[in-house]
């Protein structure tokens, strides 16, 4: 993706909380299932008065006198008579009516969203304590494209997601586009969505999975195909060759350090899966699992004190001295 | 020899010989080592009733942390470890500690009264499933204050809660309380089903059984099916791969982190139903009582609880949609959740229309009743909506499912309170205070919908679970400082309640020994009722009981007086069948259960603790188990011949 096409992505405000609902549908699947929600509810409420109602009346419907009469002046104890049976009856088959009705509607939309239509983009996610790793298969190795936390769609285009999990039980969640799904350890489940306008999804994991699993957020970048293609062909290139001594310290820094431990930078030795892979991290909106944004100040604090921002997290805070700090910096926003 | 039935004949004096010689008989020893004796059901019952509103008066003060925290964005009153702590006791406690024995304990309180019998069915096995409770719920609230609380969910999730991901003994104290508490609720089940079927009063045939102990056998009979297999998965399952290496949920080696959710929701679905059914038969009584008229549809109301008790075992998957479940597979569950609700409307209708008919008194139990409507058929209906396969996918795990279940359980704490209000004269021989009564009904229905109502919203907004707190930018504030004011209403409430129960347990009003003029029989013994319970065991006459006597109300003679006897009746028509030799009152449960602490206890460190249990368990056993000598019996009934 070209510079300015970021730079107009971010000048959009993030329209919260429009941008992380299941209330402002983005697709077909979200929109269906917000049909279904506010049949629903609409429902929901009409029962609901109904049945307060009768209970409300009965309770306070005018009476004959004598309240407190003494037991054997008192009516009969037998309640109700036939009038009263037909009621119950009738109560009972109105609900079995409605029962069905949402029953019918709840397998149509089900059957309406299930299968994924043909020609979907697979994309590979993998959940891990607490962040997103998110993948775009090619046939061939040097074309696959490894990112984190934030996944690029082309509107109009069904996406079909390989979910996975590296640790523990996780599920993925983007509310305005579709429902969520697991991510289980020894098991793969697919999930397919399709966004029509073009916008930036937020969404978090839905399954409790730990310490951090608050701040375990993604954002779906939905653009035009031409964006969206653009944008998958820059991240197919290998990490920038630092151009100045600053950045080439940058690189320095980070390949002695502990840095390299965990995390990969496609066209230097750094190759460690165990941390979101930085080859385009400079590209990216936020860090820290859509934590904070993707700013200078923010990166130089989650790297000196990740622990303070996520308490639990895996990333340890680092001893590092200002200058190498600041050239680390520098070379990690080249990393476009 | 059977017990014979005669017309009531007996003379002043005659009755006052006897209740010396009854109270004689069935009063515990004074002082401490009574109260360490105890087998009585009453006392051991509201032991049980006020344990388990502590617990839920601790539970409660972890959500209100809890709501503290969440009141606005990125708070750091309490970091992520302590809210996991907060929240997976707050719900475990709820669950395992307040829910499922209150509605236990007040059973063991009232069946034996309402039945007509002088004591419930093993009251010894009655005692040492308080103090197994009283163990495991100490265990549980005292890791938690020594921050060494579990921390992942009171579902306990694999492979988060085994041993790669929960290093530590957190987990474990989880799965040994869970131990506890399952003891506990199985040994209740037991004796109340047995008192229900085996000790009713003459003529108290099935089908003229107060709705409150139907619906209590029906809740006996769903843990005896349920609960055996929490304690499967948590202390064989998991403590398994937790302490001794099996891998039953390690994918690596063959294992299925699968089975763990469904081996739990298997237990923790007709969990959801163990608490509500109860409630149910509480709606039926206060319903009953405060109109004046006996329940509209008997038949109808108790075939329904037995319905609702079968089909709440075939609910378990909704809880797992968003897993690798089938579509097929899925859509029964879809079925079976929607079909649920029928039995359960068709009770709020038989219950409007037995208000309808009736004259209803709006005193507070009967307010309670109401609240219960008005909040509970939320709930009722939100389970409607999440039991969709593609709407649970949106709202599983968020917001709108803690709205949904909070109605339904709170659902069911309604009643609860009503019913305090109803029996509370009968427990203490007090009113409650009306007017503080229907400020408590007031402030916690008011409470209670502000807190939960916004979260349906908040959920659908994308607020999901179990986040110990949310960026500034999602817009979550608002309502999230909402329901935690909401959560203040509720604590006030709460307050209001303790303040009253406090105030009139001393200087209460004077109540009757039938002060609500209601039919069951509980309220023909005294208030307090004496140890013995009834001076004549009744013979019932109709559904209705105090109502329909007649004048000249049969009564039960012929049971011993000198010695713990009680009355054996047949299951179906109760027909008076045998006398039975009810035990003293003995040390042996507490020793007994003291000796199974100190098997689960250690089995939180080490496999030993089975070697060093079996070693505890033996000696209390053996006592347990002593034979008792006729003689024995004989010499006691002269040495109280004597003495009268």
Same mark, same amino acid.
């Given at each position: 993706?070209?510079?300015?096409?970021?730079?107009?992505?971010?000048?959009?405000?993030?329209?919260?909380?429009?941008?992380?609902?299941?209330?402002?549908?983005?697709?077909?699947?979200?929109?269906?299932?917000?049909?279904?929600?506010?049949?629903?509810?609409?429902?929901?409420?009409?029962?609901?008065?109904?049945?307060?109602?009768?209970?409300?009346?009965?309770?306070?419907?005018?009476?004959?006198?004598?309240?407190?009469?003494?037991?054997?002046?008192?009516?009969?104890?037998?309640?109700?008579?036939?009038?009263?049976?037909?009621?119950?009856?009738?109560?009972?088959?109105?609900?079995?009516?409605?029962?069905?009705?949402?029953?019918?509607?709840?397998?149509?939309?089900?059957?309406?969203?299930?299968?994924?239509?043909?020609?979907?983009?697979?994309?590979?996610?993998?959940?891990?304590?607490?962040?997103?790793?998110?993948?775009?298969?090619?046939?061939?190795?040097?074309?696959?494209?490894?990112?984190?936390?934030?996944?690029?769609?082309?509107?109009?285009?069904?996406?079909?997601?390989?979910?996975?999990?590296?640790?523990?039980?996780?599920?993925?969640?983007?509310?305005?586009?579709?429902?969520?799904?697991?991510?289980?350890?020894?098991?793969?489940?697919?999930?397919?969505?399709?966004?029509?306008?073009?916008?930036?999804?937020?969404?978090?994991?839905?399954?409790?999975?730990?310490?951090?699993?608050?701040?375990?957020?993604?954002?779906?970048?939905?653009?035009?195909?031409?964006?969206?293609?653009?944008?998958?062909?820059?991240?197919?290139?290998?990490?920038?060759?630092?151009?100045?001594?600053?950045?080439?310290?940058?690189?320095?820094?980070?390949?002695?350090?502990?840095?390299?431990?965990?995390?990969?930078?496609?066209?230097?030795?750094?190759?460690?899966?165990?941390?979101?892979?930085?080859?385009?991290?400079?590209?990216?909106?936020?860090?820290?699992?859509?934590?904070?944004?993707?700013?200078?100040?923010?990166?130089?604090?989650?790297?000196?004190?990740?622990?303070?921002?996520?308490?639990?997290?895996?990333?340890?805070?680092?001893?590092?001295?200002?200058?190498?700090?600041?050239?680390?910096?520098?070379?990690?926003?080249?990393?476009? | 020899?059977?017990?014979?039935?005669?017309?009531?004949?007996?003379?002043?004096?005659?009755?006052?010989?006897?209740?010396?010689?009854?109270?004689?008989?069935?009063?515990?020893?004074?002082?401490?080592?009574?109260?360490? %004796?105890?087998?009585?059901?009453?006392?051991?019952?509201?032991?049980?009733?006020?344990?388990?509103?502590?617990?839920?008066?601790?539970?409660?003060?972890?959500?209100?942390?809890?709501?503290?925290?969440?009141?606005?964005?990125?708070?750091?009153?309490?970091?992520?470890?302590?809210?996991?702590?907060?929240?997976?006791?707050?719900?475990?406690?709820?669950?395992?500690?307040?829910?499922?024995?209150?509605?236990?304990?007040?059973?063991?309180?009232?069946?034996?009264?309402?039945?007509?019998?002088?004591?419930?069915?093993?009251?010894?096995?009655?005692?040492?499933?308080?103090? %197994?409770?009283?163990?495991?719920?100490?265990?549980?609230?005292?890791?938690?204050?020594?921050? %060494?609380?579990?921390?992942?969910?009171?579902?306990?999730?694999?492979?988060?809660?085994?041993?790669?991901?929960?290093?530590?003994?957190?987990?474990?104290?989880?799965?040994?309380?869970?131990?506890?508490?399952?003891?506990?609720?199985?040994?209740?089940?037991?004796?109340?089903?047995?008192?229900?079927?085996?000790?009713?009063?003459?003529?108290?045939?099935?089908?003229?059984?107060?709705?409150?102990?139907?619906?209590?056998?029906?809740?006996?009979?769903?843990?005896?099916?349920?609960?055996?297999?929490?304690?499967?998965?948590? %202390?064989?399952?998991?403590?398994?791969?937790?302490?001794?290496?099996?891998?039953?949920?390690?994918?690596?080696?063959?294992?299925?982190?699968?089975?763990?959710?469904?081996?739990?929701?298997?237990?923790?679905?007709?969990?959801?139903?163990?608490?509500?059914?109860?409630?149910?038969?509480?709606?039926?009584?206060?319903?009953?009582?405060?109109?004046?008229?006996?329940?509209?549809?008997?038949?109808?109301?108790?075939?329904?609880?037995?319905?609702?008790?079968?089909?709440?075992?075939?609910?378990?998957?909704?809880?797992?949609?968003?897993?690798?479940?089938?579509?097929?597979?899925?859509?029964?569950?879809?079925?079976?959740?929607?079909?649920?609700?029928?039995?359960?409307?068709?009770?709020?209708?038989?219950?409007?229309?037995?208000?309808?008919?009736?004259?209803?008194?709006?005193?507070?139990?009967?307010?309670?009743?109401?609240?219960?409507?008005?909040?509970?058929?939320?709930?009722?209906?939100?389970?409607?909506?999440?039991?969709?396969?593609?709407?649970?996918?949106?709202?599983?795990?968020?917001?709108?499912?803690?709205?949904?279940?909070?109605?339904?359980?709170?659902?069911?704490?309604?009643?609860?309170?009503?019913?305090?209000?109803?029996?509370?004269?009968?427990?203490?021989?007090?009113?409650?205070?009306?007017?503080?009564?229907?400020?408590?009904?007031?402030?916690?229905?008011?409470?209670?919908?502000?807190?939960?109502?916004?979260?349906?919203?908040?959920?659908?907004?994308?607020?999901?679970?179990?986040?110990?707190?949310?960026?500034?930018?999602?817009?979550?504030?608002?309502?999230?400082?909402?329901?935690?004011?909401?959560?203040?209403?509720?604590?006030?409430?709460?307050?209001?309640?303790?303040?009253?129960?406090?105030?009139?347990?001393?200087?209460?009003?004077?109540?009757?020994?039938?002060?609500?003029?209601?039919?069951?029989?509980?309220?023909?013994?005294?208030?307090?009722?004496?140890?013995?319970?009834?001076?004549?065991?009744?013979?019932?006459?109709?559904?209705?009981?105090?109502?329909?006597?007649?004048?000249?109300?049969?009564?039960?003679?012929?049971?011993?007086?000198?010695?713990?006897?009680?009355?054996?009746?047949?299951?179906?028509?109760?027909?008076?069948?045998?006398?039975?030799?009810?035990?003293?009152?003995?040390?042996?449960?507490?020793?007994?259960?003291?000796?199974?602490?100190?098997?689960?206890?250690?089995?939180?460190?080490?496999?030993?603790?089975?070697?060093?249990?079996?070693?505890?368990?033996?000696?209390?056993?053996?006592?347990?188990?002593?034979?008792?000598?006729?003689?024995?019996?004989?010499?006691?009934?002269?040495?109280?011949?004597?003495?009268?």
């Amino acid at each position: 993706m070209s510079a300015d096409a970021l730079g107009t992505l971010l000048q959009q405000p993030l329209q919260f909380p429009g941008a992380h609902s299941a209330l402002a549908p983005a697709g077909p699947q979200a929109e269906r299932v917000h049909a279904l929600w506010q049949f629903m509810w609409i429902v929901s409420a009409v029962v609901w008065v109904v049945v307060v109602l009768a209970a409300l009346y009965a309770t306070f419907r005018r009476r004959m006198p004598a309240v407190d009469a003494p037991l054997e002046q008192r009516e009969p104890l037998s309640s109700g008579g036939p009038g009263m049976l037909t009621a119950v009856i009738g109560a009972t088959a109105a609900t079995i009516v409605v029962l069905f009705v949402f029953l019918i509607l709840d397998f149509r939309t089900g059957r309406a969203l299930t299968t994924p239509p043909a020609g979907a983009l697979p994309i590979k996610v993998t959940g891990h304590q607490w962040w997103w790793d998110v993948q775009y298969p090619s046939s061939r190795p040097d074309q696959i494209v490894t990112t984190a936390n934030e996944i690029h769609v082309p509107i109009g285009r069904p996406v079909v997601l390989e979910l996975a999990s590296a640790d523990v039980i996780h599920s993925f969640w983007p509310p305005n586009l579709v429902g969520k799904r697991d991510l289980i350890p020894g098991y793969t489940s697919t999930l397919w969505f399709r966004a029509d306008s073009a916008g930036l999804y937020r969404g978090q994991c839905a399954e409790f999975c730990g310490y951090q699993h608050a701040k375990m957020a993604f954002y779906i970048v939905a653009e035009p195909p031409e964006k969206f293609t653009a944008w998958l062909a820059q991240q197919r290139d290998s990490a920038h060759t630092p151009a100045d001594s600053l950045t080439r310290r940058g690189r320095e820094v980070f390949l002695s350090s502990s840095c390299v431990m965990c995390h990969s930078i496609q066209g230097t030795p750094a190759g460690s899966r165990v941390g979101p892979d930085l080859t385009h991290l400079g590209s990216r909106l936020t860090i820290a699992a859509g934590t904070l944004p993707n700013t200078r100040g923010n990166l130089a604090g989650w790297i000196v004190d990740p622990q303070s921002i996520k308490p639990g997290a895996e990333m340890p805070s680092n001893q590092i001295s200002p200058d190498d700090l600041q050239a680390l910096l520098a070379y990690l926003e080249t990393l476009r | 020899m059977s017990a014979e039935t005669i017309e009531l004949a007996s003379t002043a004096e005659d009755d006052t010989r006897m209740r010396l010689e009854l109270e004689r008989t069935w009063s515990g020893r004074p002082g401490l080592i009574g109260w360490l %004796t105890t087998t009585d059901h009453k006392r051991v019952g509201l032991r049980y009733i006020i344990t388990s509103f502590a617990f839920f008066i601790l539970a409660g003060l972890n959500a209100g942390l809890m709501r503290l925290q969440l009141a606005r964005p990125e708070s750091h009153i309490v970091g992520p470890d302590r809210y996991d702590q907060l929240f997976t006791v707050h719900g475990t406690a709820m669950m395992f500690l307040f829910a499922v024995p209150m509605m236990t304990a007040l059973g063991l309180y009232f069946v034996p009264l309402m039945v007509g019998a002088r004591n419930i069915a093993f009251p010894r096995l009655n005692a040492f499933g308080y103090w %197994t409770y009283l163990i495991g719920g100490c265990l549980l609230f005292g890791a938690l204050y020594l921050n %060494t609380g579990p921390d992942t969910g009171w579902f306990a999730y694999v492979p988060l809660s085994g041993p790669a991901f929960s290093p530590g003994k957190r987990v474990d104290i989880w799965a040994q309380m869970v131990t506890f508490t399952e003891i506990a609720a199985l040994v209740g089940a037991i004796e109340i089903i047995v008192t229900v079927f085996k000790n009713r009063a003459p003529g108290m045939s099935l089908n003229r059984m107060p709705l409150f102990v139907w619906a209590e056998l029906v809740t006996a009979f769903m843990i005896l099916f349920a609960l055996p297999w929490v304690a499967l998965g948590s %202390t064989v399952f998991l403590a398994g791969d937790r302490l001794i290496g099996t891998h039953l949920f390690n994918p690596a080696e063959g294992g299925d982190p699968l089975l763990w959710q469904h081996v739990f929701w298997f237990f923790g679905h007709p969990e959801v139903y163990i608490v509500f059914v109860p409630a149910l038969g509480m709606v039926s009584e206060i319903v009953q009582s405060f109109t004046r008229r006996e329940v509209f549809g008997y038949p109808a109301l108790v075939l329904a609880m037995i319905a609702q008790g079968f089909l709440s075992f075939g609910l378990w998957v909704h809880h797992m949609f968003a897993t690798t479940v089938p579509e097929l597979g899925a859509s029964f569950f879809t079925a079976t959740s929607a079909m649920i609700a029928i039995p359960i409307a068709l009770q709020i209708f038989c219950w409007i229309a037995t208000i309808w008919n009736g004259r209803p008194r709006l005193r507070t139990p009967m307010l309670f009743v109401l609240g219960f409507v008005i909040t509970f058929v939320i709930g009722g209906l939100t389970g409607v909506m999440v039991a969709s396969v593609p709407f649970d996918l949106q709202a599983h795990d968020t917001y709108f499912v803690v709205a949904h279940l909070h109605y339904v359980l709170l659902g069911a704490v309604f009643p609860m309170f009503g019913i305090f209000y109803y029996w509370f004269p009968k427990l203490t021989g007090r009113f409650l205070d009306e007017r503080l009564g229907k400020l408590h009904f007031w402030l916690f229905i008011i409470g209670v919908n502000l807190t939960f109502f916004p979260m349906h919203f908040l959920g659908l907004q994308g607020m999901t679970r179990r986040i110990y707190t949310y960026l500034p930018e999602t817009g979550w504030g608002p309502l999230n400082l909402l329901a935690s004011c909401g959560a203040l209403v509720i604590v006030l409430s709460v307050l209001v309640f303790l303040a009253n129960a406090a105030r009139s347990w001393r200087t209460g009003a004077l109540a009757g020994d039938n002060p609500w003029d209601a039919p069951s029989l509980e309220w023909a013994a005294s208030s307090p009722p004496r140890p013995y319970n009834f001076l004549h065991i009744p013979v019932v006459q109709g559904r209705a009981a105090l109502w329909s006597r007649t004048p000249d109300w049969p009564v039960v003679t012929g049971l011993r007086t000198d010695i713990r006897e009680i009355l054996v009746t047949t299951v179906l028509d109760a027909a008076p069948d045998s006398r039975h030799r009810h035990p003293d009152d003995t040390i042996v449960p507490l020793l007994t259960a003291l000796a199974v602490g100190a098997t689960f206890i250690p089995l939180i460190f080490t496999p030993w603790g089975v070697v060093i249990g079996t070693a505890c368990l033996l000696p209390p056993l053996v006592a347990w188990a002593w034979p008792r000598s006729p003689e024995h019996d004989e010499q006691r009934s002269e040495e109280q011949g004597a003495a009268v």
